[in-house]
């Protein structure tokens, strides 16, 4: 069974501090692996997409890792921010049978204290 | 038994036809939304609807348009079809509350020749 699970399931830190989320897969033949944020009401936003021949990506404060050996993928938040606070949701994207097929987590719920 | 489903799977059209594609939820959701999908496997927001609001994101062309007749369909209308609009379009719902995961439909790869 194909899983993606991301811990931890709710995060709260005060303004200013470093995080990193977490999310992880059962299936190593990833095909891509996208972030998203989701803020109530407005669906997702992407964040960072990772093809399965990279390492990782960056924008700005945001870092995300790729590493299929261990069937992990975590998104670093640098200096975080109270604008920060979302539900944060990593999918793992992959081609079965020529549908795409999204896996997703359950999200990691990041509540930035100012 | 499909929670989010969408019609068609595959669409062929040519440039400059209008085309529109169907999304049908069955989950009782309040929210309803478009992505699109580019060759980079990408998915961007195209639209969120719910009972109150409809929101565009500015990015998008006029040419978009999201029809609900109901709070369990949101079809896209697409006008004056451009090489560019290619793409796998993705609907999705979810809870208004946000929190909740987003159920997706299997998507509807759409080419214009």
């Known amino acids: ?114 | 038994d499909t929670a989010v489903s969408q019609t068609p799977k595959y669409l062929v059209t040519q440039m400059g036809n209008d085309k529109s594609i169907k999304c049908e939820q069955n989950l009782g959701h309040d929210t309803m939304y478009w992505y699109k999908q580019d060759s980079k496997k990408f998915l961007k927001i195209m639209f969120s609807y719910n009972n109150k609001e409809l929101i565009i994101n500015e990015t998008v062309p006029n040419r978009f348009s999201p029809k609900s007749p109901d709070k369990a369909h949101l079809n896209l209308h697409i006008n004056s079809l451009e090489l560019g609009d290619s793409a796998v379009y993705f609907c999705a719902s979810s809870q208004a509350s946000g929190n909740s995961p987003l159920h997706f439909g299997n998507g509807t790869r759409l080419t214009v020749t």
């Open chain 1, 1 to 114: 069974k194909q899983e993606v699970t991301q811990i931890p399931a709710a995060l709260s830190v005060p303004e200013g501090e470093n995080l990193v989320l977490n999310c992880s897969f059962t299936d190593s033949a990833i095909y891509n692996l996208q972030w998203f944020r989701q803020d109530p009401g407005k669906g997702l936003t992407s964040l960072l997409l990772i093809q399965s021949s990279q390492r990782e990506q960056t924008s700005g404060r945001l870092n995300a890792s790729l590493d299929k050996s261990s069937g992990r993928s975590t998104l670093y938040i640098a200096a975080s921010q109270p604008g920060d606070s979302a539900t944060y949701l990593c999918a793992r994207i992959a081609t079965v049978d020529s549908n795409y097929q999204l896996i997703w987590g359950a999200g990691t719920k990041l509540i930035i204290k100012p």
